[in-house]
């Protein structure tokens, strides 16, 4: 059974730093492209960082860019969300989100974590 | 980057109702369309992938339709357990965006 976990949420004071993790099973991780996504109190789903198979590729959303940092250790089977400098905007649920792709190469994201809350106050 | 409007925002209707939301991208993304639905408290469930896939396990009264810029997410007969907010999501290019969602409530 595929499963990912996050970890590592919290409160965290404006300015601060944390470090998500998403822990996977039930699949061969290093195989699949991975993703972070946000969803604050009661808003809609944000796309935040994209990483592929070998980590050679990523990308961010212009809102987390040059503060958050995806990585991943595919001997670990986790992927990670380094968060600096954080704000209260970026308060909100965290999702990890295995993407799969059909035979056209067209991406969706199959399987999500449970999602884990980092709230900063303003 | 590609901007995707979901309408309506919110709808209200009843069980065994035929149900259309729209999805609009700003530019197109041919057939990189996706949609969802999340319950409250959980995390997003993947209902159609590719414009009109049914993931495995979705009932057959979901289907989704278009491709460029304008798609539909139907529901055939509403069930008590399709109440839920759905998003559409580009996968085109990234971001990868998604819709605004679209809250369906019970009338």
């Known amino acids: 059974e595929v499963q990912l976990v996050e970890s590592g949420g919290g409160l965290v004071q404006p300015g601060g730093s944390l470090r998500l993790s998403c822990a996977a099973s039930g699949f061969t991780f290093s195989s699949y492209e991975m993703n972070w996504v946000r969803q604050a109190p009661g808003k809609g789903l944000e796309w935040v960082s994209y990483?592929?198979?070998?980590?050679?590729?990523?990308y961010y959303a212009d809102s987390v860019k040059g503060r958050f940092t995806i990585s991943r250790d595919n001997a670990k089977n986790s992927l990670y969300l380094q968060m600096n400098s954080l704000r209260a905007e970026d308060t909100a649920v965290y999702y990890c989100?295995?993407?799969?792709?059909?035979?056209?190469?067209?991406?969706?994201?199959?399987?999500w974590g449970q999602g884990t809350l980092v709230t900063v106050p303003s | 980057d590609t901007q995707m409007t979901q309408s309506p925002s919110s709808l209200s209707a009843s069980v065994g109702d035929r149900v259309t939301i729209t999805c609009r991208a700003s530019?197109?993304?041919?057939?990189?369309l996706n949609w969802y639905q999340q319950k409250p408290g959980k995390a997003p469930k993947l209902l159609i992938y590719a414009t009109s896939t049914l993931q495995g396990g979705v009932p057959s009264r979901f289907s989704g339709s278009g491709s460029g810029t304008d798609f539909t997410l139907t529901i055939s007969s509403l069930q008590p357990e399709d109440f839920a907010t759905y998003y559409c999501q580009q996968s085109y290019s990234t971001p990868f965006t998604f819709g605004q969602g679209t809250r369906l409530e019970i009338k």
């Open positions: 990483i592929t198979t070998s980590s050679g590729t990523i």
């Open positions: 530019q197109s993304i041919s057939s990189y």
């Open positions: 989100a295995r993407i799969r792709r059909d035979d056209s190469g067209r991406g969706y994201f199959d399987y």
